[in-house]
């Protein structure tokens, strides 16, 4: 089975605070991807990752910052919270090669940005 | 315009009942399909793939009709375990790009008994 992990579930932190949000999964997927997901617009795409060390651009990646020092590590950085990123951030996983290369999700982090 | 779109609902059906989410996709190059679901406050799981000649499984059929560009899910005989939102999500390949993969905004389903 596929897991995904998120460092935390639910964060509440302070506007202007630099916020870390941690994403780890053990299946060797090369590609990694960070949401966030708020009420009637669906998920949007932060950032993604195709290989260690690489990154691109989503939809809305701005305010936002990613690290991909490890295969299996794929880290989102807010790097001054405002209240306007309060929401639920996921992470996902899939791999670049297979018949099915659907995405795997974490649980998810919900922030509050106070 | 949107990559995907579906019709947000929120459909009410009774127990028992048929129901059909419909998708449109905007990018004829898209290459894989997929159905997810997503119970409140948990995160999108795979329900199904979506394969150009339809696929089922169990009470749940998918369709792909690549000429209209056009995804569904039919639920038979629904069962309020079903009460959810179903996410139709499209994926596009492209060299040194990796896998990119679209969402709509989900379909709310409430299965009343």
Sequence with gaps: DVKVT????????????KVFLECVQDMDHENMFWYRQDPGLGLRLIYFSYDVKMKEKGDIPEGYS???????????????????????????????TGVTNEQYFGPGTRLTVT | RKEVEQDPGPFNVPEGATVAFNCTYSNSASQSFFWYRQDCRKEPKLLMS?????????????????????????????????????????????RNTGNQFYFGTGTSLTVIP
């Design chain 1, 66 to 96: 990613v690290s991909r020092e490890k295969k299996e590590r794929f880290s989102l950085i807010l790097e001054s919270a405002s209240t306007n990123q309060t929401s639920m951030y996921l992470c996902a996983s899939s791999t670049e």
């Design chain 1, 6 to 17: 998120q460092s935390s579930r639910y964060l509440v932190k302070r506007t202007g605070e």
């Design chain 2, 50 to 94: 979506v394969y150009s000649s339809g696929n089922e499984d169990g009470r749940f059929t998918a369709q792909l009709n690549r000429a209209s560009q056009y995804i569904s899910l039919l639920i038979r005989d629904s069962k309020l375990s079903d009460s959810a939102t179903y996410l139709c999500v499209v994926n596009s390949s492209g």
